[in-house]
DNA sequence: CGTTCGGAACGAACGGTGTTCTACCCACGA
DNA sequence: TCGTGGGTAGAACACCGTTCGTTCCGAACG
């Protein structure tokens, strides 16, 4: 009642009658639903948008227009545009696979299920960035932690250290996937980007090595890689200090 | 000459001449620096509008009107917003101390670098959120990751960890700087928060114990402790799992 | 000295944004 | 049948980043 309005019963309703072959019941006059505006009809139609052009795309005049009416009329239905950004993030978290927690695998499951949710954040583009603007609390982003908090207490993370890592995880994942999705968006680009790169390339190549040396020297080691695989990185550096702070290395017993 | 415009000689020759007690060479007439417009002179105004109101107050016209001007007046010293806020953040990395680098502490000196890039970023409330939107490349900047890279080295961590660790760790400081910034944010508008943090309790008090049970056992876990302290939990993580992956535990000897 | 010229300053304007106000319209309950 | 209340939507408000065209000024040149 209180967290939200989550599916309005008349909106189902709606939805089934448009979807049935028209049995000509009660007069069904011309068109039953020609006002067919509602909160998953929205949503539905800012995924889309979102999917094509990233979150700056997502403006309530673009949603309203996809939709062939005004942006004013979004508001009947979603609080402000911050509401509607928050259910398309929860929506895209729906998407990430959640494993059924093996005691026996925690450490592999619950890398797999970062990894996953980084992929899913950046089938959406830069949606990443509304995660690390408000804390995520969504039906689907709930789940997610769920689990992610069940393997951890399954590998013997300590309770308080399994709970902070959560939130550390979750800021990390989110961060790598706002990079990314930056980096992918400059990749789009084509025309300007080999310029800028190459720029960037010679700027760094040509640091002064008397100011940054160790800087300079690692260059090489700074450029490897793909993106996901310092993503990894990251993750294992993170799960490995956990597994350190587990009382059981594996199973739930201390 | 590349990388950009750095600081252009003509902005140095104008400050020295206007500290110099004035002597008049060549008919000095009125005030030689009636146009008073600089680079550096925007970044100053742009610092005060941003320490006071954030990135979203930083805005052209806003700048300008700082400046007693038009917005337009600043597209000839700096080339658009994106690059007047990679100044900004760059001007904030200058405020960041940094470390002599000792072997014998590096992972307390690590430690505090990256504690004291946060706290400088909090300084300037959303500012990390620039960070997050492209690769800090800044000579400030710079500076920072060379002390890192060479804080990493002195601890034995292998090149290619202490490479790929800066931009984990750069990734992460900065997540959890924009988390911070957003905290303080809501804890600003006091009338509305008390309300909002309370639904919040509330909302997660209220939480189904059947379908997270995790979750809901771990909730005075979840919100226990400060920022801080949980973004130093994250770090200490981090330098764990970096400690085992360094050849020699201290030195730089093998 | 006068003139030219190049770059800074800057008002106006363009096309966008989120949001609110205010009518209107229409299906429903009385 | 008649209100009426809530969804619809156009217009408007106050912003935003950026560009255009003009003005203006200081320095260099003839």
């Known amino acids: 009642m209180f967290y939200p309005r989550t599916v309005s019963a008349s909106n189902r309703i709606e939805r089934v009658e448009h979807d049935l072959p028209e049995p000509p019941w009660r007069t069904p006059r011309k068109q039953p639903a020609r006002r067919s505006l509602s909160r998953e009809a929205i949503v539905e139609a800012a995924m889309g948008v979102l999917r094509k052009e990233g979150i700056d795309g997502v403006s309530m005049r673009r949603v309203a227009t996809e939709l062939s009416t005004g942006a004013a009329s979004l508001y009947a239905h979603v609080a402000n545009k911050d509401e509607l950004v928050e259910l398309l993030f929860d929506e895209v978290a729906g998407e990430i696979p959640l494993p059924e927690p093996d005691p026996a695998r925690w450490r592999e499951q619950v890398m797999q299920l970062w990894v996953d949710s980084r992929a899913a954040l950046l089938r959406y583009r830069d949606i990443a960035r509304a995660a690390l ?65 190459r720029q960037t390339r010679e700027f760094l190549a040509a640091l002064p ?23 990894r990185f990251g993750l294992e550096l993170l799960v490995s200090g956990l597994a350190a702070l587990a009382t059981g290395p594996r199973g739930a017993d201390p």
């Open 209 to 231: 090595a008397d100011r940054f040396p160790v800087f300079v020297s690692l260059l090489p080691h700074l450029m490897s890689g793909t993106e996901e695989e310092r993503f």
């Open 133 to 197: 603007g408000s804390v995520p609390f969504g039906p689907n982003a709930l789940r997610v932690t769920e689990t992610t908090l069940q393997l951890l207490r399954l590998g013997g993370v300590p309770e308080e250290a399994a709970a902070w890592s959560a939130d550390v995880v979750g800021l990390y994942v989110s961060a790598s996937a706002v990079e990314g999705a930056m980096r992918a968006q400059r990749e789009e680009g084509h025309g300007q980007w080999d310029d800028k790169a």
